[in-house]
């Protein structure tokens, strides 16, 4: 298994920049899909990102394409979602998992992080 721990949340204004890490330990990083996920107070859990083992194939939510970019480091062992644009509606906890394959679905993620709090004002 994959142990993920997410950082970088915080408050920003509208329009402004959070870059989000989520730091693995474990022996086999570089084999999962890694998915980013958020939700909001009231809400179902939502997909936001994911990449593939490589890193050569991304997947977005239509409502963060062009503005939330995921990246990842396996030499780091560490994923990234970088927030750009920033609305108030990306007020979430933010969630990286885990998992063999990529995609927007939640029962496809074996492992989770803890999340952290992005809050977006006006």
């Known amino acids: 298994q994959v142990q993920l721990v997410e950082s970088g949340g915080g408050l920003v204004q509208a329009g402004g920049s959070l870059r989000l890490a989520c730091a693995a330990s474990g022996r086999t990083f570089s084999s999962y899909a890694m998915g980013w996920f958020r939700q909001a107070p009231g809400k179902e859990r939502e997909f936001v990102a994911a990449?593939?083992?490589?890193?050569?194939?991304?997947y977005y939510a239509d409502s963060v394409k062009g503005r939330f970019t995921i990246s990842r480091n396996n030499a780091k062992q560490t994923v990234y979602l970088q927030l750009n644009s920033l609305k108030p509606e990306d007020t979430a906890v933010y969630y990286c998992?885990?998992?063999?394959?990529?995609?927007?679905?939640?029962?496809?993620?074996?492992?989770w992080g803890q999340g952290t709090q992005v809050t977006v004002s006006s």
């Open positions: 998992a885990a998992g063999p394959n990529p995609g927007r679905h939640e029962f496809l993620y074996e492992n």
């Open positions: 990449i593939s083992w490589g890193g050569g194939s991304t």
